[in-house]
């Protein structure tokens, strides 16, 4: 059965909306900035943490901590959304700062941490990466290339999170076909769909807005819930409660 998994957000901390938005979920998504939540029914974890990256003992402790305090986790997703290992954010993108990654040491750290933190978690809790949006910058080198999202996925048994926008947007932003970029990823391996709307600025670069989901993105989740193997679909909004509610209910109508 998919369920419908919404992020705890700052909309939770008003208890009317927060009773609302559960009413119209089948789980709850917990992310670092909600990490001290104690609202029942989650069953996500969503972390910052980039395991292409070269992880520090402070941060698998963290994932302990983690497991410590999450008792009904039964999915720990990721990122992989820069090449190098201290981006800054300038105009809405990555920049290049600190140590730049190869794609063959992104690779290599991807396989040492997902060895970790499958040793740290019960392998009931699946594990997933996130494909990124691209940008034109140096922080995006070969990061949303499908062939190296493939490697990660394949080469670590992990799972994807299909995230439509940053799909959409990288193809926007690398002028490629949208649908032969997407079919080019691990659908096979797919696990959660992100859904969200994104913006074009003037200039035309394409940017993740995080708005609310149009027709668009719901037509694109009903395509892959009959084509791929999902577990949970989640709304990517946060700005009113009443399109986050409508946008709920629509998927409940998909599902």
Do not use: W
């Not at 900035?33 to 069953?43: D, H, I, W």
């Not at 990256?53 to 990122?79: A, P």
């Not at 700062?97 to 040492?112: F, V």
């Not at 439509?164 to 769909?193: F, M, W």
């Amino acid at each position: 059965m998919v369920k419908i998994a919404t992020p705890i957000s700052h909309l939770f901390e008003n208890n009317k909306y927060a009773k609302e938005i559960i009413m119209y979920s089948d789980c709850l998504e917990c992310r670092d900035n909600s990490f001290g939540s104690t609202l029942s029914k989650q069953e996500l974890f969503h972390c910052e943490f980039q395991p292409i990256h070269k992880l520090t003992e402070s941060n698998f402790k963290y994932l302990e901590n983690l497991k410590k305090n999450k008792h009904n986790l039964k999915l720990l997703t990721f990122h992989a959304a820069s090449s190098c290992d201290r981006p800054y954010v300038k105009n809405r993108m990555f920049q290049k700062r600190g140590s730049e990654y190869t794609e063959r040491e992104a690779l290599r750290n991807a396989k040492i941490n997902f060895r970790r933190i499958r040793s740290i978690f019960n392998q009931k809790i699946g594990i997933a990466i996130e494909n990124a949006n691209y940008y034109p910058t140096k922080a995006y080198k070969y990061i949303t290339d499908a062939s190296f999202i493939s490697r990660i996925v394949k080469e670590n048994n992990v799972n994807l999170v299909f995230d439509i926008a940053h799909a959409r947007i990288t193809a926007h932003n690398k002028g490629i076909d949208y649908e032969a970029y997407r079919n080019s990823l691990p659908l096979d391996k797919a696990i959660q769909i992100h859904l969200s709307s994104f913006k074009v600025l003037r200039s035309n670069l394409a940017y993740d807005a995080h708005d609310y989901p149009k027709a668009r993105e719901f037509a694109e989740a009903k395509r892959l819930l009959k084509n791929c193997s999902l577990k949970y679909l989640t709304v990517e909004y946060y700005k009113n409660i009443r399109c986050l509610l409508r946008s709920l209910k629509l998927l409940r109508g998909l599902i």
